[in-house]
């Protein structure tokens, strides 16, 4: 299989290519059109692997490719899930080469979505294209169910399970979306954090003020919105939102050393970020930090003037982005009204203020012991040489909690990236030697199932 | 006088419409050639009532426009200022009628510079022309020195009457920039507050990072920046930067009342800026906190993503502009040294500070029994009825500190706009019947001169 690979791996690049050029951004309007192109060509990659029922199905939202293989009488069907749209390319200046412009340099291949997810959901396409090219057949039963929404927390794909419930049961859920522990050392994700995204607006009087005349006499929504942001920690990092720690677990011994066992170099994370300090809730590790506890990191600010030069203006309305990633038995929505709370009762005299939450997802937890997974760790070992690690990552996929859950049915988050990818980040690539083992390592797993 | 205003009234809006017409945005540097066609519109209206030198004089930034008049042998000379420049117009969704649009409602004329300053600027322009158009004379010598550059704070005008002392000698130097009391009530303000600009940026990581991966583990650059911009005020408004008050003067019981015989509504303000409480320094009435007590104010903030949806980052860098108005000896360098060290002091581990200083203006304090504001009083009262109040205002002109220290002239702040008129902001527009009355009040002030 191998050899099969690296004969055609040009063309695979060439196709990925292809795909990477459509910026199927599915959080901005304008890109809807192009959302839908990155649906098209999924249909089209689909059948032209022999795939058949390959259908649009329309959502409220992006639409969902469906397609399946199911002529293996007898043997497990296996429902690969993926994702075709991306997050946006903003700040593009810092962008080496174009974000829709995929570029091959030193081994990786540059672009929005090369490793989140659209060369990791390929591999899946190209193992397909390999195992049918040799054998005119699959070792199991196929479906693939392909969304357009990831990236803003999959809104239609979570009903559409519970809809569909019958048509996509599987005997497991095979999931490329996660990454590596480093590069040659893989790793079957067995925990995801839930993720609560919101936003915040503040608004003070009904216009912007000159402030040499009311300036120190009125309030500033900027003052009133830094003030309830800054008021969100404490000085050593941990989250004073009242009640928010409730249903996180207690961070046991064991816990503790299964993710000290995954390897980590200060210093090297230090350096590749540029930083001088790490910085977070205090009495915990990084890797604890950023994989077990829950987090509230303000994402984006704005307010006022922003433009060249100076105005002098008490500004009458501010806002933030805020998301927090949840563990335990966190539920997002109980998270939010205490946030509300928290912000009501630190806000300024005079000012005003509204939220809305953008994206809710429950923490999810997977048993690595599991057959299905189990076999994953083998098909990873024979093609790479190392046995995966079982990590708790910080991320958040909120689909993989409904798969589980709605199924019945265990989820495989078998990823290719590698942590430095800067996923969501300018400058998002995608090893290709990754991508070339990866479509080996899914052969090897379809037939050991 | 008055017959003459009003039977020529309507050319005048003509004329001043045309003005305003010119996006003359000096902060902005797309709108470099548009504040040039601004100081060629003077040179053209200085030209055509008789004014002689006309000259566009460059600088390092927008021109200035000189012009003269000077046979009134043995009278007083009095130097008018004026600019030409204006703010920017965002937010435009907020403006009723295009900024740059001059639209007549209700007695008023809507549009960016209406009141600050071309409508005020324009009122010395229409006077003279009917002087002339009379007597074929001026009652006095007038020089007029028009900039392109006070919403940025004078950076070239500065420097320009220090060169051209001589030249511009005067008896007085008259300018229309400030405001009445309210509607019907004059005001000639006796003192201006300094003012220091400056932006401050935050970085930690080299590049924006995944909050499931980094999120709680690394320095976030926005958080560091709301933690910084909250510790610059106390919980009773008080501004917490060491020695910041030093140089501000005692509040002495005469100062209180002074400023307390300047009527002010408070029910009336709150309804009218849609406030459900005002806030400032605890000890302080609003009149004092907005007119001779220091502030800092932020005027706007941005930083991460402030797009349309989600998108789950650890942001890397975020900025604020600030800007403080200053009273007595405070000194703008040593207030932004003191705001430099304040900011290092409260910053978080793993970022990094950077500034700028934008503006520096002294604070300016006038002398209300001088004989050439006692005389511009006799012209408002002639006029208006009423004999104007003397007020210390919040605003800062920082040409007026350079006029009255350079020149060793007396600096007579003759306003026509009104509090309501929403300078610096959307919707800002010009009294018309202020605009006729003050074309009157100047031509009765030269007169008495």
């Known amino acids: 299989m ?45 059948q032209e692997i022999g795939m058949e029922n390959v259908n649009i199905l329309e959502t409220n939202g992006h639409p969902i490719v469906y397609g399946d293989w199911l002529h293996a009488q007898g043997k497990p069907t296996v429902l690969i899930y993926g994702h075709y749209d991306v ?26 979505g090369a490793t989140d997810d659209k060369g990791q959901l390929f591999i899946h396409i190209k193992a397909l294209e390999l195992l049918m090219a040799e054998h005119g057949s699959l070792p199991v039963n196929v479906k693939f169910c392909i969304e357009g929404e990831e990236e803003i927390a999959s809104p239609s794909l979570a009903p559409f399970i519970h809809e569909n419930a019958e048509k996509l049961s599987a005997d497991a859920v ?66 004073t939102v009242e009640n928010f720690y409730v249903g996180v677990p207690t961070l046991t011994d064991q816990l503790r050393k299964e993710v000290a066992a995954i390897p980590f170099n200060e210093e090297h994370t ?50 933030a982005k805020i998301s927090c990633r949840l563990v335990g038995m966190q539920d997002p929505q109980t998270i939010y009204e205490r946030i509300k709370q928290h912000l009501e009762k630190h806000k300024q005299e005079g000012s005003h203020i509204t939220t809305e939450t953008l994206i809710q997802a429950k ?56 942590p430095s990818e800067n996923l969501h980040a300018p400058n998002e690539h995608f090893y290709i030697d990754n991508f070339t083992k990866g479509i080996e390592t899914v052969c090897e797993y379809l037939y050991k199932l």
Request: net charge negative.
């Open 2 to 46: 191998r050899e099969h690979i690296h004969l055609q791996k040009d063309r695979f690049l060439e196709e990925l290519k292809d795909f990477l050029r459509i910026p199927s951004i599915s959080s901005l309007s304008e890109h809807r059109e192009d959302v839908r192109k990155g649906a098209d060509w999924v249909v089209n990659a689909l």
């Open 87 to 112: 997050q946006p390319a903003d700040p593009l200046e810092l962008w080496e080469s174009e974000p829709f412009n995929p570029t091959i340099r030193e081994g990786k291949i540059y672009a929005r």
């Open 174 to 239: 095979l999931i490329s979306d996660t990454s590596f522990i480093e590069k040659g050392q893989p790793a079957i994700c067995t925990s995801l954090r839930g993720a609560l995204a919101m936003t915040v607006n503040v608004r003070t009087a009904n216009t912007d003020l000159q402030s040499g005349s009311y300036g120190g006499g009125v309030p500033n929504a900027i003052h009133s919105l830094v003030h309830i942001l800054d008021s969100l920690h404490d000085e050593g990092g941990r989250i």
């Open 270 to 319: 230090k350096e590749e970020l540029g930083l001088d300090h790490l910085y977070g809730e205090e009495g915990f590790t990084f890797k604890e930090r950023t994989g077990i506890r829950p987090t509230l990191e303000i994402n984006g600010v704005t307010g006022g003037f922003q433009g060249e030069g100076v105005k002098t203006i008490v500004p009458s309305e501010a806002s």
């Open 363 to 418: 923490p999810v937890s997977l048993n690595s012991q599991e057959a299905m997974l189990q076999k994953a760790a083998d098909a990873y070992e024979k093609v790479y040489g190392v046995r995966p690690m079982f990590p708790k990552e910080g991320g958040s996929i909120p689909i993989v909690e409904v798969f589980g859950r709605v199924l019945d049915t265990p989820v495989v988050l078998m990823g290719f990236g590698l």
